[in-house]
């Protein structure tokens, strides 16, 4: 079993609406959690990190279940712009630094 | 400022040549990381430093994938000798250690290899 899994999609939106989706980790002892995005053929990019009572970046609102082992985010109003990757990321409390990233989930966002 | 920079940008090397990715950290980032991403595996972590000094390289796949940090503003990915199957793109990052959160990683542009 993957240490971080997500449903890749893609998820096809109409510009304006509302996407959401999740990805779960496997280690209980996680203790960082991020979500990255990455543009085809481009680096990844954080987006923003996650935190125990969620938060929200503008459009985008974060979300994590400790208890159920899942990280959620949500995009308002998608933009063209918005079209893209996003990458799951987790850090586990014993190693600093190492990250497990998850395969991703794309996001098309159309006109 | 000028972000990580990664060079170069693609390398196309037929099996069994030796391989130098190279990557600059941005200033004042201490720790360091290398990662390989393939559509099959995505993205994985092959080393990182911290302060220079090789942290953790468990990820790193077998003896002939080597990397060095001589000094806080570069770093060499080594691949000798290089075989199809390392043909990947891969990313040199950089953070803080301290006072931010791990997972605040900046990455570089990448080092597109194909081995012939």
């Known amino acids: 079993r993957k240490e971080v899994e997500q449903d890749p999609g893609p998820f096809n939106v109409p510009e304006g609406a509302t996407v959401a989706f999740n990805c779960t980790y496997s280690?209980?002892?996680?203790?960082?959690f991020f979500w990255y995005r990455q543009d085809c053929r481009k680096e990844p990019k954080l987006l923003m990190s996650v935190y125990s009572s969620g938060n929200e970046d503008g459009r985008f609102t974060a979300q994590l279940n400790r208890a159920s082992q899942y990280i959620s985010l949500l995009i308002r109003d998608s933009k063209l712009s918005d079209s893209a990757t996003y990458l799951c990321?987790?850090?586990?409390?014993?190693?600093?630094?190492?990250?497990?990233f998850g395969a991703g989930t794309q996001v098309v966002v159309t006109p | 400022d000028a972000g990580v920079i990664q060079s170069p940008r693609h390398e196309v090397t037929e099996m069994g040549q030796e391989v130098t990715l190279r990557c600059k950290p941005i200033s004042g980032h201490n720790s360091l990381f290398w990662y390989r991403q393939t559509m099959m595996r995505g993205l994985e972590l092959l080393i990182y430093?911290?302060?220079?000094?090789?942290?953790?390289d468990s990820g790193m796949p077998e003896d002939r994938f080597s990397a060095k940090m001589p000094n806080a503003s570069f770093s060499t990915l080594k691949i000798q000798p290089s075989e199809p199957r390392d043909s990947a793109v891969y990313f040199c990052a950089s953070s803080l250690s301290v006072g931010a959160r791990p997972g605040e990683q900046y990455f570089g542009p990448g080092t597109r290899l194909t081995v012939t």
């Open positions: 430093f911290n302060n220079n000094v090789p942290i953790d």
């Open positions: 280690n209980s002892a996680s203790q960082s």
């Open positions: 990321v987790v850090n586990p409390i014993d190693s600093w630094g190492k990250l497990q």
